[in-house]
């Protein structure tokens, strides 16, 4: 009996150390469980990484009124503020201006922002203003056409300009958007010389044989209103664009920039961030409204219904380019999705012809006015040089015989297209343009544009938006004439190019790109 209870406390006594155990270890891996999370919450917080890293190929100079590369002028929105800045949709806003008034047509008022500093702490002035337009003027620098129809600056005094232009420009606000130098450091020195002050948010800290650095400027406007999470921007010299996309492939760069279209072959395509934006090269057809056919409305609307764009960029393009409608649908604010389109519709294209009066026999399309019968037979003018458009041509000309349109594309040497296009002589061209960013549209519907095109509603449009401010209004106009230009059907939008910007997914931050800069929200991006 006394042995059975030494039995029963003996295992009493080793179930208690066992459960003692158990409890000792649960508590210890609890414990170990809290510290892990604070661990990981400690390295979270201090793995916010205030560096950024870019790259530039072919690098020439950092003062962008004297660059000629575009990666230069892309950067220069860190580090330079201009009187006017563009927003992601195109609009103009206030930068070192806060008031721009227009006293006629020619005679524009520029008065700056008060207190206003240079890098070095010194004042910017109006004679900055002046110094900057007469350097862009007597140069060849990519914003010397901002400024090519200025005839005179005046300074009013130390925060107040008057530009003179020699003829009339329409919105000239948007060629205001240009970098401005400072006159002290320059005054009787080569602008090309020496590191730039800065009116940004960076400055230039240094510049070696394989970096440049920027830091935060001290002395930027909005600097005690707007924190900036990256203290500095280190910019990366190489020798090629291959090697900028091999430094990202290796994780050495944060953020690039591109109009490429075959990207993947250099990065792959995974273990990074892509946005892409639509471009400012607008390809399109002038439709010669003067043409003995080309007159006739239906005809050219016809032509626009019968033309399968996504089908083009397909097959020529190979998805690399957008679909394009108008002048201005890069992303304008002034551009409307609300208005409908001309989309592929070949029977559309055959009832509106025969709404018309016009009859297909005989294998072609046949009009009688006043005894006269018109045949629709077309030529295509495109350049030899440019094999994509001449696919494009080929293309169009086989879609548009789908519908009975008898179609020639005459390939014509670069002189004699650039002939042709100067002398309008042609029913149809195949062209482009690098668009504005100013939504001016007098060179598609203005006096002696390349269609012929005259509408006097369109005419009565374009004058009137010069003088309207108010952007809702502005809106409404522009809604109109979109309205007008797609029934008209004078020009026939083919394709617009695609930008792209990739990015490491380790870079936090709204990254929201445009044809003006890359660099919108900045202010809030870091690493991790």
């Known amino acids: ?68 590369n575009k990666e230069i002028l892309n950067i220069s929105t860190l580090l330079f503020d201009p009187l006017l800045k563009i927003s992601s949709d195109y609009k103009v806003e206030y930068c070192l201006a806060n008031e721009i008034a227009k006293s006629d047509d020619t005679t524009y008022v520029v008065k700056l922002n ?15 203003i002046q110094f900057t337009i007469n350097k862009l003027k007597e140069g060849n620098s990519n914003y010397s056409e901002n400024v ?23 919105f000239f606000e948007y060629n205001l958007t240009f970098p401005i130098i400072s006159s002290a450091q320059y005054n009787e020195k080569d602008i090309s ?21 920027l830091v935060k400027n001290e002395n930027w406007r909005n600097l005690g209103t707007t924190e900036l999470k ?38 792959g395509t995974m273990g990074y961030n892509k946005k892409e934006y639509e471009g400012r090269e607008y390809d399109f057809l002038a439709l010669n409204c003067e043409d003995t056919v080309l007159q006739y409305k239906e005809v050219r609307q016809a032509i626009s219904y019968a033309i399968d764009k996504e089908y083009i960029i397909a097959n020529v393009y190979n998805t690399t380019k957008t679909v394009a409608d108008f002048p201005i649908d890069y992303g304008h604010y002034l551009y409307s999705e609300d208005v409908e389109k001309h989309s592929y519709d070949i029977q559309k294209a055959r009832e509106i012809l025969e709404n018309a009066g016009w009859t297909y026999r005989y294998g072609e399309w046949r009009k009688t006015e006043n ?35 008898n179609v020639y594309v005459n390939e014509v040497t670069k002189a004699g297209y650039e002939r042709r296009l100067e002398q309008k002589d042609y029913e149809i061209i195949l062209t482009g343009i690098y668009s504005s960013y100013n939504p001016d ?76 800069t890359t660099y919108y929200n900045v202010q809030n991006w870091y690493r991790q």
């Open 1 to 68: 009996m006394k042995s059975n209870v030494i039995k029963y406390i003996f295992i009493v006594f080793i179930v208690g150390i066992v459960i003692f155990a158990v409890y000792f270890l649960y508590s210890q891996s609890n414990k170990e469980e809290k510290n892990t999370e604070n661990t990981v919450e400690h390295k979270t917080e201090s793995s916010i990484i205030t560096n950024l890293r870019l790259g530039i190929a072919n690098f020439d100079n950092i003062n962008p009124i004297v660059s000629k």
């Open 114 to 128: 008060d207190n206003l500093r240079w890098s070095d702490g010194t004042a910017v002035t109006a004679t900055d």
């Open 148 to 170: 090519a129809r200025v005839k005179n600056v005046e300074v009013v005094d130390n925060t107040t300009v008057k530009i003179y232009l020699d003829r009339k420009v329409a």
């Open 193 to 213: 010389t020496g590191i730039p002050l800065s009116t940004g948010m960076y400055k230039i800290s240094e510049i070696t044989d394989e970096k440049i650095e």
């Open 230 to 267: 990256l203290d500095n921007i280190t910019i990366k010299k190489y020798n090629s664009v291959g090697e900028i996309f091999n430094a990202f492939k290796l994780g050495n760069i944060d953020i690039v920039n591109t109009s490429l279209t075959n990207i993947e072959d250099y990065v």
């Open 371 to 405: 005894y006269r019968t018109r045949t629709i037979d077309l030529t295509i003018v495109v350049d030899s040089t440019n094999a994509d458009r001449v696919k494009v041509a080929k293309l169009i000309e086989e879609q548009l015989e789908d519908i009975g349109i």
């Open 441 to 516: 549209l007098s060179y598609f519907y203005g006096e002696d544009n390349l269609a012929n095109s005259a509408n006097e509603e369109m005419t009565g449009l374009l004058n009137e938006i010069n003088n309207i401010s108010d952007i809702n209004l502005l809106s409404e106009k522009y809604k109109r004439i979109l309205e007008i230009a797609i029934d008209d059907s004078s020009y026939i939008g083919i394709s617009r190019n695609k930008n792209t910007v990739i990015y490491g997914q380790k870079l936090i931050g709204e990254i929201s790109p445009n044809n003006y």
